[in-house]
């Protein structure tokens, strides 16, 4: 095969910064025989496309509203043409279980970073709509008939259609569209007048690519009627591109989630520590604040406005449409603080609540004040089902039942927060169990395959997963996930590496939480063993100045207790973060005491000052962490905690990883302080990459380049493949930098007044 090297590398001095592609020998189908799991099984593996897994094994898949049919949508990575093909597969429910194919099959594929097929919804008992994208299209919303085969396009948007909801009828859909290629600070006004900065990102000033999906541009905003032309609706807040509009079943009305461009000062009175951070935080006058809020949409007259004077929590989807549209019920809901009882406005300062709120009059209606969230709404008996917060096991599932307008307490079972369907369809999986899709009779009859995911999965080599409890070296409990090597043998000692933040026993996760990054398999694979970190129970530190020290200690605890077991050899433990576990990594490689011998850090928050100076409309999570602004009383609280103004104590090669042109500016610290100092530093930019890697080139990169990273690092090994020559070339430079640096900074002065 002919190997096309995709690869461009800059090198600067002793370290790099790579535009990274891939080779395509990568893409050769995997062999028949038994073989470890490698980066490309990762790729290739078939998933359930709803990012919610967990909510697929608790509710089942998508039935039509007479229960005669459901959905499945599914994924797998082509790596051979870098795209990722989706499949759409209905199920007839009187069938299924003795025939177990689908009655209608829908294929198509993305070569961008959205989805193929997304936000699939039943109009009728045999359509289905959903947001539809195949290779070289534009995303637009669809219909399907299940019955007849007839895909329809019910949207022609010039732009990529990327978020929408339609109500019960199909008539009314209000969507969210990309604003497209434009450059909004390159235009005439600002060639006569110039530009007057107040407060925006450095990453929206100087990328034009940037701009139309930052802070300062917006999705648009629109709503079709019946065959109509779609209306623009004019919004001052920017839309969140964490949930899609929701639209009530009668149309009447749509919810939208937004981020505020004009906070009310009132706002600050609230008492949660990072939303008051966030209230209070300046912003840009033309920018917007990290705090997000409702609006409502008046689909027939387009007016929208705030649905409360109250802040959104950050946890998604928390309300359900009630009574056909003309309520909606919220949970974890901050209520507005203009009122006269002063007992009533501190306990809304203090607490939120679950509410309903009354449409069109937007009267508030208390539910109760437990930390609860919506579950679901069965309109027969008017009861709303609430079901307990991972964060709150000690709860239990609660209805609510409106008599007379009063909401009142009314018995609930676990069983009771999921719909009842003709038939429990499931996906089975565990640590070590890769999913399966079971489908069975109510009656506890027997189950039935209707798919294996991954049938090839038989014939790969697994590195075992354990549960693992320890505990952390400032005494608090950890739990995580460990995966041996699948020749594992005891008594041998063998490399670490720890991968943040998140673990759960229920799922088969043959990467990680995530698809950036995190390659847990494949690292067992090459004879590492891998710690998957659980996240921390402890909500009260994160954001101040205990969440990098907390962190650290569950590391180092970990690190202990497998060395105590004999499973690892503490001088060769490497560390992976990404996103948000980024600032814990970068806390620990630069305040413990305990030796890594290589880390990633992956596209995200590292709490540092070059973030406080580049971002300063989100600075206050920054502030938080390090004790105060970087100047004045706390500036000697950022020579103790900021990671990079430790920098100088890392004595640990660090590949950097980001993934688009954007996120480089906050890597950019990190690597030049490095990079200067002489320390072996390695920076991998994808420039059209996302947060969650999609494309699977570019996870291509990122995974089986730390598996290389790793296994270089912490064994000595190198890859053959010749198209990585100029990889191992770096890397040799920087092991006779990290061999030779003896390099001893002056440690800092201590201040004194």
Not at 31 to 40: C, D, I
Not at 283 to 295: D, K, P, S
Not at 301 to 309: A, F, I, K, T, W
Not at 488 to 506: C, D, M, T
């Amino acid at each position: 095969m002919t190997r096309q090297l995709l690869r461009l590398a800059y090198v600067c001095g002793t370290s790099c910064l790579a535009l990274a592609g891939i080779c395509l020998a990568h893409a050769e189908p995997p062999q028949q025989s038994e073989h470890p799991v490698t980066v490309a099984d990762t790729i290739r593996m078939t998933r359930l496309s709803d990012p919610d897994v967990e909510e697929f094994t608790s509710q089942g898949p998508k039935f039509s509203s007479d229960g005669r049919r459901f959905a499945i949508i599914l994924k797998k990575g082509n790596l051979e043409h870098n795209t990722n093909e989706y499949t759409l597969r209905i199920f007839n429910t009187a069938t299924v279980l003795s025939a177990r194919k689908p009655e209608a099959f829908l294929a198509m594929s993305s070569s961008t970073n959205r989805d193929a097929i997304k936000g699939l919804k039943w109009l009728t008992n045999e359509t289905v709509a959903f947001i539809g994208e195949n290779v070289g299209s534009v995303p637009q919303v669809c219909e399907f008939n299940v019955r007849t085969k007839h895909l329809k396009q019910i949207t022609s948007h010039s732009t990529p259609i990327v978020a929408y909801d339609i109500s019960g009828d199909g008539r009314v859909v209000v969507f969210e569209a990309d604003p497209g290629e434009h450059d909004p600070i390159d235009n005439e006004q600002t060639r006569r007048e110039g530009l007057a900065i107040s407060g925006e990102r450095l990453d929206e000033i100087l990328l034009e690519s940037n701009r139309a999906s930052s802070y300062v541009e917006s999705r648009l905003l629109f709503v079709q009627i019946g065959k109509a032309q779609p209306t623009k609706i004019a919004l001052d807040d920017m839309i969140s591109p964490d949930m899609a509009p929701s639209v009530s079943p009668d149309g009447h009305f749509a919810l939208i989630e937004v981020y505020a461009r004009h906070i009310p000062t009132g706002w600050a009175a609230y008492k949660e520590a990072l939303l008051h951070e966030r209230v209070i935080s300046r912003h840009r006058e033309a920018g917007t604040a990290q705090v997000e809020r409702y609006l409502l949409l008046d689909t027939r007259s387009g007016v929208v406005e705030p649905l409360l004077n109250a802040p959104k929590p950050w946890e998604r989807d928390e309300f359900a449409w009630v009574f056909e549209g003309r309520s909606i019920v919220l949970s974890k809901a901050y209520l507005p603080l203009d009122i006269p009882d002063p007992a009533e406005r501190e306990a809304r300062e203090n607490k939120t609540f679950v509410v309903e709120i009354k449409l069109p009059s937007r009267e508030i209606v208390k539910i109760t004040d437990q930390h609860l969230k919506v579950g679901r709404w069965e309109k027969t008996a008017n009861r709303i089902f609430l079901r307990p917060r991972s964060s709150e096991p000690s709860l239990s599932a609660k209805a609510f039942e409106n008599r007379g307008g009063q909401w009142q307490e009314a018995p609930a079972a676990p069983e009771d927060l999921n719909p009842q369907r003709p038939l429990m369809v499931t996906c089975n999986e565990g640590m070590n169990l890769y999913p399966k899709i079971f489908v069975s009779e109510h009656n506890g009859g027997h189950k039935t395959l209707l798919v294996d995911l991954n049938p090839e999965f038989q014939r790969l080599q697994f590195g075992k997963e354990e549960t693992i409890r320890w505990m952390s070296t400032d005494g608090h409990e950890i739990e995580g996930g460990l995966y041996l090597p699948p020749a594992y043998k005891p008594g041998q000692r063998y490399p670490l590496v720890i991968q943040l933040s998140g673990f759960n026993e229920e799922q088969f996760w043959i990467d990680g939480p995530y698809s950036s990054a995190y390659a847990a398999q494949p690292l067992a694979a090459h004879d590492i063993v891998v710690l998957q970190v659980g996240r921390p129970k402890y909500k009260e530190y994160a954001g101040t100045t205990m969440e990098g020290p907390r962190q650290m200690a569950a590391y180092e605890g970990g690190i202990d207790f497998l060395d105590r077991r004999g499973l690892i050899d503490r001088n060769r433990v490497g560390i992976i973060g990404f996103s948000r576990a980024v600032f814990p990594a970068a806390f620990t490689l630069t305040h413990s005491k305990y030796r890594f011998a290589a880390a990633t850090l992956a596209e995200g928050f590292d709490g540092g000052y070059w973030n406080y100076l580049a971002y300063p409309n989100v600075s206050a999570e920054t502030v938080g962490v390090s004790g105060g602004p970087p100047f004045g009383d706390s500036f000697s609280m950022w020579l103790a905690n900021s990671p990079t103004f430790n920098i100088f104590k890392v004595q640990t090669p660090i590949r950097l990883e980001a993934y688009s042109r954007a996120t480089v500016i906050g890597r950019w610290e990190w690597y030049s302080l490095l990079w200067q100092m002489g320390k072996p530093v390695d920076f991998i930019l994808l420039p059209e990459g996302s947060h969650l890697l999609v494309k699977p080139l570019e996870r291509m990169v990122s995974l089986q380049g730390n598996v290389d990273w790793f296994a270089f690092w912490l064994k000595g090994d190198e890859d053959p493949d010749p198209s990585k020559r100029e990889e191992y070339r770096r890397w040799h430079e920087l092991r006779k930098l990290q061999d030779e640096n003896e390099w001893n900074p002056p440690q800092p002065k201590e201040i004194t007044n």
